[in-house]
Every structure is written in C-alpha cells, then in structure tokens.
C-alpha cells in the first residue's frame, strides 16, 4: 500500500500502521471486523476505495458474503444479552475510554479522510475530535437519562383508586444496525454507536465504501478499548450489494440510517423495526431587507461551500428580497473568489468531489442553469473531481438546481419579491432539513422560522448539525425522528413498565 506524505500537514503516524497494522492483509486490503477479530473475507473478493484526487485506487476493503453477515448479527445478539447486564457505570467507563483513545489516534484517521473522500485535513482531523467528544457526551447524557425512570399513580385516571403503582425504565432494543454515508463516516458513525452501546445494545456497522478504511480504523479504537467480543462490528462491501440483505436481516432490531434517497428505500423495505432517517436536504436562506448583509454573506460562503458544499445542512439556495439582492451577491462573490481551491492535503478550501459521477451530476446541474439563463458570476471550471466553487445569479423555478441537493460547490441565488415567495419556495421543496433566516427583526425572524417546514430554522446563521447534543430532525424525504445525543439514546430504547398492584388502595399521607 503505497503512503504518501502530505505537504502541509504533519500526520506523524500513518493510516494501518502502529496499533493499526492488524487491520491490513499481507495484500495491504483491509480486513473486516467480526466477533472482535479482523478478518479476510472467505469470498475472495475486495472493493477499491477510490482517492477522489488522485482518482487512483489508494485503499482496498473486503466485500463481506452474506453468511459472513448473518455470522456477524448472531455474535451481536449473544453479546448483547451480557452487556444489557453490564452496570451503566462500567459501560460508561468503557466509551470514555474508546473516546480517548480516539482523540490519541485522531491523525491516521484523519488521514483517511483525506485520502478517502478528500475532506481538508485541518476539517479531517475536527472530525476525529468532535467524534470522540460525542462518544464522551453519550456515555454521560446516558448515565442521567438512563439512571432515571418514572414512578406513576393509578388514581390520577377518573375510576381508578391509588391501588396501581407503576414503574418505568428504558430498555435495549437488541442489535442496531448502523448505515453513515460517505461525507462524516467517523462522526456519523459513532452518533448511532455511542447512543447504542450506553443504551445496553450492541451494533452493527456498515461504513459507506468512501470511508470505510476511515471507518475501520475508528472501530479499532473501540476494539483497543476493549468492549466484549461481538458486541460492535464493521462489515465492508457495496451498500448496493450487501445492503438490502443487512436491511431486511431478521436479526436487526433498528435501523440507524444517514444518507440520501436510499434511506426511503430502505424505509419501505424494513420490517416492523424502529428506524431513525436521516437523508438529503436543500436548506434555504432567506434574506430580508434588513439583514445584516456582511454576516448573511460570511454564513452563506462558510454553509455553501465548507467541505466544497458536501454537507446534509449545506446552505443549498439563497432566497434573497429583491431589494438587497445586488449589494448581497456582491459580497458573497468577494468572499468566493478568496476561497482556495486544490488538493486536501494543502487544506484548501474546496477540494474534489467524491466521484467522478458526482462531478458529472453537479455539471448536469450547472449546464441546465446556464441553458436557461442563469447569471454566473464566475466561469464555470473543472479539473477532474475538482470543480471551482460557483455562484449561480437570477436562478429561476424552471431550473434544476433550484430543486436538486447538488452536493458540490454550486450555489443557486434566487431573487425573491416577498418573505411570502422565499416561505412559499422552501415550503414546495420535498426535503425540509434545515433552513435559515437573516434579519434584524426577531418577531419576522419567528414568524418565517414558524412558517417554515424544516426540521430546524437557524436565525442569522447558517445551518448546522451541531452542536452533537442539539436535536437534528428533518421533515418530509429528510427523515424518520429526530437525532442528537439524547434523542438517540431514547430512540434506541422502549420503555418497560412494571405495574405493582396492591390489595388495597393506599395514599401517601403528608
Ligand atoms: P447514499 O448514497 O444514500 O449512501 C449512504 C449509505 O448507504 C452508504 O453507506 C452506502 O454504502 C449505503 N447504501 C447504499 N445502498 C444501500 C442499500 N441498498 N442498502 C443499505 N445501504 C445502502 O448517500 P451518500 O452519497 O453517502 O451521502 C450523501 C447524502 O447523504 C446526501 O443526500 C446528504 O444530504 C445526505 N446526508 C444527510 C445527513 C443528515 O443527517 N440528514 C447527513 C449527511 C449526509 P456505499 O457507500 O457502499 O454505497
């Protein structure tokens, strides 16, 4: 496996090297994690992990079987069983731990994010750190949440004497099978692993293929920190191949699912089992007339093009009033033409895309916006997957990208005549993730955020995921419930009630 070293940052340890080598073959293909071991795969057969810069093959995974996969959901159910009965203090103690060594090792990870998916290196490394704080948060949020239950009394229900007493608490639901997508496959992966394991469940994860090596070496971590054999593995493969079978499993008691539409796929497909969807989104801003122009125009340049606008909370197109629309697009194209573009490893800006069939799809998007008048406020440039961040003016509803998530560096400006006309716009979006609004009036600001059907509307700012404990939620094809650190936790459990009846009714007297 050939290693190189990037220029500008200094990655002292490198990806499957030191405590990692286990993880590598004799072949350099990375093995898979099943029953607390890493294993070759018995099908002979490996997925290439394309680097998006280079767009050479830089890593190789296993394509697990499915008999490898049922092998994997059986050693999750024995090992569930033990770890419901192992104290919450001790599963606690165990995430810290994982959370550490996490942090330590955070440079070999975010090497592979940068090989991988060509995240920025300075932002890849974020990852790691932000990911191992989540997997900290979990295991103290579930201490509290999961220490507490409810006690209730039967007389409060017209007709019934005090004769009941019932007691709540919160329960496992069995193995949860996990499914990130290719842009945070460390921090979307442990936002379903941390939740899962302090609840008392154990989990399965399948990384997405851009990602997976990434992905391995972070569950490594949780193997160094010894959680019990079984309780959390990785199998590798393409998600068009091994995913339906993993979906439709038996043995899988929930889903924890982030990505794009195949998440609605999946949500047909899935049996009776708790599903948590996380999926695409195309969050507005809107711009009012008495907005603070230079911070609207930092958010927008920071939300549209951070990670060359390959983020589920993107800022996907800008609403802006008529009135403002010159003086705005003026200032975010300033703020354009300073962001650097290149190679990850020089931690620039924007950086490739992660397929070529990525790059084509977002091209699609600008061809059609150019084939119908729009203003490009610069010259449309590619190299590759590299493609130059754009700024689209005068977008219209008749073009694609007023619509479509484009998931690259390509931001659509539509001029608005009325707060009406932007509501009206998200409103007719079929995802309903995130949104944003700029003004100086807090009343306009709740009245747009309450007429607004997305599952969260920041004001002056762009949208964002985080904070790790916030409620993340998405309405309509953005999702299924509601994420964030506690809404994980309760979503990964069911209540458990005991009813205590007694012979006669018996109050509690002062
Ligand atoms: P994707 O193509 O839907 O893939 C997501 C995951 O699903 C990958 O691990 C993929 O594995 C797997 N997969 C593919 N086919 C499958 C199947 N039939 N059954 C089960 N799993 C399957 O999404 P992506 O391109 O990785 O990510 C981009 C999308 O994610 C965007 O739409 C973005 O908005 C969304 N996203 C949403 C959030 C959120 O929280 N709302 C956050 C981040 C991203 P392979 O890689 O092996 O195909």
Redesign the pocket.
């Known amino acids: 496996m050939a290693h190189f070293k990037p220029p500008n940052v200094a990655f002292t340890q490198m990806a499957g090297t030191g405590v990692f080598a286990e993880l590598v073959g004799g072949d350099g293909e990375f093995k898979y994690y099943s029953d607390g071991e890493w294993k070759k795969s018995c099908s002979g057969k490996s997925?290439p992990i394309i680097n998006p810069t280079t767009r050479e093959t830089q890593f190789k995974v296993q394509a697990c079987t499915k008999e490898e996969v049922n092998k994997v959901i059986d050693a999750a159910k024995t090992a569930q069983k033990s770890w419901a009965k192992t104290p919450l203090w001790k599963r606690a103690e165990l995430l810290h731990k994982a959370a550490a060594i996490l942090k330590e090792h955070r440079n070999p990870i975010a090497e592979c994010l940068v090989k991988e998916i060509a995240k920025p290196a300075k932002d890849a490394v974020t990852e790691v750190v932000r990911s191992g704080d989540l997997v900290s948060y979990c295991a103290e949020e579930g201490v509290r949440i999961l220490g507490e239950g409810k006690f209730l009394v039967s007389d409060s229900f017209p007709g019934n004497e005090r004769t009941k007493y019932c007691l709540t608490s919160k329960i496992p639901l069995g193995v949860i099978l996990a499914?990130?997508?290719?842009?945070?496959p460390v921090n979307?992966a442990v936002s379903k692993i941390g939740p899962a394991l302090i609840a008392g469940n154990s989990l399965v994860l399948?990384?997405?293929?851009?990602?997976?090596v990434a992905a391995l070496h972070m569950v490594h971590c949780f193997h160094l920190a010894g959680f019990p054999k079984g309780l959390i593995s990785c199998v590798t493969?393409?998600?068009?191949e091994i995913?339906?079978f993993?979906?439709m499993h038996p043995g899988i008691n929930c889903i924890s699912?982030?990505?794009?539409?195949?998440?609605i796929?999946?949500s047909k497909k899935a049996g009776m089992i708790p599903l948590q969807m996380?999926?695409?989104?195309k969050d507005a801003c809107i711009i009012l007339e008495d907005a603070d122009l230079d911070l609207a125009a930092a958010n927008i340049v920071k939300g549209g093009f951070s990670y060359s606008g390959?983020?589920?909370?993107a800022v996907k197109v800008v609403l802006v009033m008529d009135s403002v629309a010159d003086a705005l697009v003026e200032k975010v194209k300033a703020k354009v033409v300073k962001l650097t573009v290149g190679p990850p490893e020089d931690d620039c800006d924007i950086t490739p895309v992660?397929t070529e069939s990525?790059a084509n799809f977002i091209e699609g998007l600008v061809m059609d916006a150019k084939q119908k008048g729009a203003t490009f406020c610069q010259e449309y440039k590619r190299a590759g997957n590299l493609i130059w961040p754009l700024l689209l003016d005068n977008v219209r509803p008749d073009m694609r990208i007023a619509w479509e998530?484009p998931?690259g560096p390509v931001l659509p400006v539509i001029r608005i005549n009325s707060v009406e006309e932007g509501i009206h716009h998200c409103n007719a979006s079929n995802f309903g993730?995130q949104g944003c609004v700029f003004t100086r009036d807090i009343n306009k600001a709740i009245l747009i955020s309450d007429a607004m059907e997305t599952g969260t509307v920041q004001i002056n700012s762009a949208p964002a995921?985080g904070p790790d404990h916030f409620p993340?939620q998405?309405l309509k094809d953005?999702?299924i419930g509601s994420?964030g650190i506690t809404n994980s936790i309760n979503m990964m459990t069911k209540i458990k009630t005991t009813v205590i009846n007694l012979p006669t009714p018996s109050y509690t007297m002062g």
């Open positions: 997925v499914i990130p997508p290719f842009n945070y979307l399948k990384p997405p293929t851009q990602g997976a493969g393409k998600g068009s995913g339906d993993l979906t699912f982030t990505g794009g539409d195949t998440g796929a999946i996380e999926l695409g989104g390959q983020r589920c909370t992660v990525s998530e998931f993730l995921r993340f998405g953005s999702g994420q």
